[in-house]
């Protein structure tokens, strides 16, 4: 019986999933895969993440609006600010899961904000200081189009 030949798209996963292995797992790649650079090792991620989020920021984009950081008992002034003199954009609130979103204000996780864009963010600061927190830091500061308050 003769083999039939793979899908591309089949064939394609496989050769991703060789990539995206680091060289340390028991997963048994091809032989010049198996050598290769040591993968970073993952005590080291929340430094080089936190080097990306400083907390000097200065701006955002092209607005040249200064990140403010504020407490998080004035989240709802700031929104409430933010409204009165814009009618029109959409605001999110990234990490707060206490508060409820409405038609111009959204509430999102950092997981559920990833590739979405919004005219201003108030991020809510996690006080945790593991590689999530910084990766989800880095997701939420990253949204904002306009202007980004992070609170905490």
């Known amino acids: 019986?003769?083999?039939q030949p793979?899908?591309?798209a089949e064939h394609f996963g496989r050769q991703q999933r060789q990539f995206i292995l680091p060289a340390t797992s028991t997963y048994s790649a091809p032989r010049g895969l198996r050598q290769g650079p040591a993968p970073v090792s993952l005590d080291r991620w929340p430094d080089l993440l936190s080097a990306l989020v400083d907390q000097d920021a200065t701006s955002v984009r092209s607005s040249g609006l200064p990140v403010r950081y504020r407490p998080v008992?004035?989240?709802d002034a700031i929104l409430a600010d933010w409204l009165a003199s814009h009618h029109e954009g959409?605001?999110?609130?990234?990490?707060?899961?206490s508060f409820q979103g409405s038609s111009r204000v959204r509430s999102l996780t950092p997981a559920l904000a990833k590739g979405l864009e919004f005219d201003l963010v108030v991020l809510v600061d996690s006080a945790a200081d593991n590689?999530?927190?910084?990766?989800?830091?880095?997701?939420?500061?990253?949204?904002a189009t306009q202007q980004l308050v992070v609170l905490s």
């Open 6 to 8: 793979q899908r591309p």
């Open 131 to 143: 590689l999530q927190a910084v990766v989800d830091r880095y997701v939420g500061m990253t949204r």
């Open 1 to 3: 019986m003769v083999a």
């Open 73 to 75: 008992s004035e989240r």
């Open 90 to 97: 959409i605001a999110c609130v990234i990490g707060d899961p």
